[in-house]
């Protein structure tokens, strides 16, 4: 909306041919409609249809709790990344319903249950070692109400344990690739299936991954086109995108 | 299938139990069925949709030339990325259907045509260096048949530029964001939209973006959770993932 | 303004009680007061007080005459930077009051003339080879209509050079540093004067300067605290942010 | 030579008991010989309006206190940044006057008052925990005595939070925006203010954000012009340089 | 084999023509033949003549000491890499013929007892502190029932204690080099030796060798044409490699 | 040997009771026996089984050819890599017997012609474009006497182009794993053989490859442990390593 | 305040026109002013014992004759690196006296010969390609006046090549090592030989060399305690060091 | 010595016109002279003249006493370096003369007390942290009997404090500068003196100090071209080396 336009519409305000609500409304498609009348927050919810998520490194237990309190006041899902156990046993004292994934390191509250989806994500992993980043993306993709199916340890040394699973990878509408290491897995993954893949590269390896710049560069490489690729050991993003992907699919 | 059910399988073939078309069609879901009696590139093109593309860089006029004649002969579309005027000139003698996308850099041959897609799939760009990449993402997109709209020069050191879009991108079921500099392009529209955002870091820019490293660890430590990240300059797989996607949200 | 508030004006302008134009000048007090109404950087020039410069790589020549062309017509004043001769030769022949800082690589049309700034931008280089980039950081500064002083070739191999400037030097109100090689000179201005120091770094150097990511270290880990540091070769945004501090200091 | 040494040998020129020659020899041996009639940071307290801070990391408590001591000494205020509570409690004992700024980890004696400055430092930071990263950058802006202004937790991924007070940010002299993850703050504040920017990279977020690495590269390849960058996680430096700024503008 | 050879192979078998044993064996060329009848690492123990081997670090200790019982289970050797003391403990209690290689953070199991090798792998190290990288190569070498040398200590600062042990070194059929700092001595054995040599870069080191990188670079750009690399601080796949030469060696 | 037994061997050589002859072949047995009689390169000829090879890049025209002459008077064969095709045309008007391996960029010289090895070495290749560094390995290995199998664009992204091979692949002693991009290929052939793999990573790919560092870090950390490294783009070191490895499984 | 001004000053005083204080106040503007009697050339070359020396790159052929013009004014000798022919082509045409070093692409002019130094600078290196920077050094250490021996072409991949040279290389007060690839030459002089060593790493080699950047790490990692380094390829740097040691030895 | 040679020699022995004594002499002369009948570190303290330093991370503390007690067997003077606290009261205990250097980490041991040299080794430091490094370097030049003088804290932010101690800093021989954050230190200090400058980065300072890597840039990058390097924190080698060269000036 143009100086011109707004104008015009006040102008049409002014002289009763615009009512109010009507003018309202008009300005209201502007991006910033909702700036002071909405919480940061509660915007976000219902832009994204997701609560935001509180990823605890770096904040206190009460700031935590605190930032939980406003969150679940709202009645929706909520899901706290990278909480150590004793954050949990803190959260669980305030928030009975709390319930926590061990490996994953992530604790959900449930309030709202939605009908889960018809289609799959797939959460393949590479190694053991990768379990806790591949059980964040799972996690993740489930408090988001997306129905998920998990292959892991299928690395590709021994490529026969990946595609003995071929066929049920074939079946998800989006795959997330959680692999240390090389993480070569992405690419014979993303040569596999037709849909997008999502791939996480992880920390788990000897000196020259650097931390996860090996498998960050290799997924980022890969030959096979369907693959995008998120942050070193970043699970829940892995999973987040993911269960949008889904969604999509689901219609 | 185990060796003991291989076993029973070719005993029940030998007793005529199981006619050979039978046991043909339960051997055909292996993973590998097709292994030989299929060529590599039909392969790819019946399990993906979509026929191989040709990434011509370091590959002879030639090589390019035959490569193409064998993909063509299957009647399918074509895509040949980083293709030098010279290289389109000498395709477009043997194959006139040829179309050459200029900036984009990229050979197109479309042999069939189908119903475009009903969802849009956004192009997002910062600033006008970028827009060769993302042009390749437009033509991939647009060859897979999907729709597109782009939104080319709106980078956030102006950041009205692009909130003036807010609301079109929030049509869109899939984005693509193609930024060089610092590319926290990326990141500002992830957070304005609920779709999946696929973003492609470019190699524009002063020293310190070490040929799009920069970008890319923008786009890759994204706090906007629904951003994935493809190589450097490769808008290809940019269009490609979101076409993917895009397919997906279709239905 | 939120929505309560926004309802309350709109209520005024139909009642009377406020003026179309009264209601105009407070919601053009919102961030995106101007979006449609004010091309892009027509916006950028009310906000910024200089019209937005055209960075020439990657950009075709009647690219960068068609952006000259709509910049010029609002009657600022313009800056190309890294425009090679040839491009210069282009845009003279169009424009005619362009002139060309050939050392900078800077096209400049200046068409209006603002008092020259009582404070002095103060711009201190380490070699001969780093001149282009300190060239560059002048032309920008002065055609933002600050005043300059210029201390060339005074690296710290001969600490003496600088040390003869150092009265000179403080009288400056923000002292742009370009340096190559190890980019020691920032480290040693900085502690020279109390204003602040904007730091270039450039990739003039041996092998181990990586393209000039050895003196961009340098700066950024500068033992001086008033030391800030912009991107590599980039005159252009030294001279820039030095001309905001400056502008400042006029009052 | 100090300054009496330097007074007597011109008395001795003037008295004639010294000649010219043997005058002008002495002399020679500068421009280093008379810095001793300044102790060192007395020196740059005359110099930069501010006495010496103290980095407490790597030196022993006891090193701490005695630098303390000497600089107390001279009625000045003192910061000493990124101590330890257990430093700061070995600090309070020695000098009751001491205060803790426990998110910033730092300590502050002040012992003299200045009028607050009229313009404002603005301190903005994308999440919650950069605050130790900008809360640094606002305890020292203020022990410098300049007026600061807070915008916590404004980060881009929801832009709108930001955009809700561009309003207020434009009134500030300089801002200092500090971020982690991807750092995109910088440059959509610095397209948003016509004021110097500095930005503060923090090592906050996930692998790829190598300590820092990614937000740090993004605030120097940032596209809004008037952005410099400090050293990662150093709130000081963004502090010091902001104040330097904001007192040029003071006149 | 492709689909009309399939096909013919199964009309053979139906009409009695090949025996469905014999069918059964050429299916079973194929490679992925075994896919479920065999468990993942018992095909891999045919396959490779050894079974996988536990990688500690990132497993808990129930979880290596399950997949050391079921690896156990099936009567080969084993092998379980950077092991603490306390893992060893506990393993030692539920296995007892286990032993543990102090130096090398090694356990291993060994159930059957094959003939060593005719020829020797030759392990060299440079410095005390590679000692543990060289025990693992050394200690996996053995489990895969290859005869080892040790020249311990022989780096290139000082060249003659190398050099004293060339003859012996030159009995080797295959070198594995471990060395941290500079990683010269990759280069100096492969100039005097005309078997494969291994080269192991270590983390050894003081700043500059970031971790292992130095060594790693020196011995991939080694001069000496014979030198492959594995990864940092990797003395198991030194060793491992080291072993499958000499097996190849042995005929 | 040392003193002592230097000095005992000349007191024989003294008395007679060794002869000149023997005392020399004696001596011979030193690491440095043949320092001076004997020229640099023909020592290593004798020490290695194959002249050193000529690498051309930074040498000119004139120095290629002089070293040239040198190494074929010994009656031996060369291999100069490398080689642009103007420097080929001039060796081989010096040189008539001089052929040109075009692809490979590789002139070779036989002079003398062993039995070719019973055994194979494989080279594996993803894609076309790594063409070049795979040519080169063969190229080396042939010179080096021994026979090979090349296995070409079979790269994973669709991994039953490799499948399909697998068997082959399991024939050779020793495969060669050229790959650019995100270099995979390695890991999965790992996973299929049982003998050495010598991976060669090269600079085909994106901006992220940042010339051939990620396929080098993803073959480095390959999770199939019998997998070693060379220098990117070296197929030379690729194919030279694999024939010391094939030459040993001869016997 | 340059020379005759400070002696003016002093009479001034001497002869009671100026007071002590106002002196006094005149020179409280030092430590820096009273450089002006020194040219910067000069004053280097007073206090260094050799003119500045000319790096071409990044300079204008007639910026290099200016300079040159006015360095050999004051009748010292002159050195320039990095001088293309055809830039030596015009300054031989100027100054007739020019001398170029065609490997070392370095213009020499000889104006004054000291007494060559007594002790040698031994200048050791690895490969052919090594040769320019290697010349670099001999030819800077020349120009200072220091004697040189050259052990060229003598790298690890032989050892016995230069442990043919260890007495004579003992022989020398400092030894320049210039080598690329791996770099490793540099230790094992430093192990051979009791004077310090000064290594420059060169930019020749494969990919992983990353521009030199595997031989700096390789050098600055040197087990051999000896070993200082210096820029890659700056054989000036290293000529340079060692003329100054040399220099020492000669007493 | 070459084949020719060594006949000969061997003749004359048989035929008695050359005595063993001389031919053991003559042929003592080769590199290899006392390969085995000399130990490994006397042979280095013969010819280097200073006993093998034990470097104490990565080894046990037995190691160390072990180590350390074989070299104080042979009656020279020894020096531990990175020595904790502990490992010094178990040395001391077995070793009563140890002292212990606590800034410096360093436990030495005197046996043998050389005349003190004439020169000097200056060692500069640029901060209070950085004092560890810089007290490395004094205590391995000292217990190599070189005179030392210290001069610490001088920092270039203050540039004054250094120039107060040029004439100072120009009477030594030789000077190792330690710093840290930019390492500007080097370059000043270089531009001072006509001595060689041996700098030493240190890893101290913020974020993108890297671990050192900044000032170790800028110290390879030094525009002073009589400044060599060392590793990061390795005050050892800085101090090493100094002693080397300050040897050589005391003739």
Known sequence: MNEPQLRKLLEQVRTGRTTVAAALKKLGHLPFESLDFATVDHHRSLRCGFPEVIYCPGKTTPQVLAIAGKLLARKGNLLATR?????????????????YEKLARAITVRQVRARPSTHTVAIVSAGTSDLPVAEEARVTAEIMDQRTQTFYDVGVAGIHRLLAHAEALREAKVVVVVAGMEGALASVVGGLVEVPVVAVPTSVGYGASFGGLAPLLTMLNSCAAGVSVVNIDNGFAGGYIAARINRLAEG
């Open 83 to 99: 909480a150590e156990p004793a954050l949990y046993r803190a959260f669980k004292k305030k928030y009975p319903k709390a319930k």
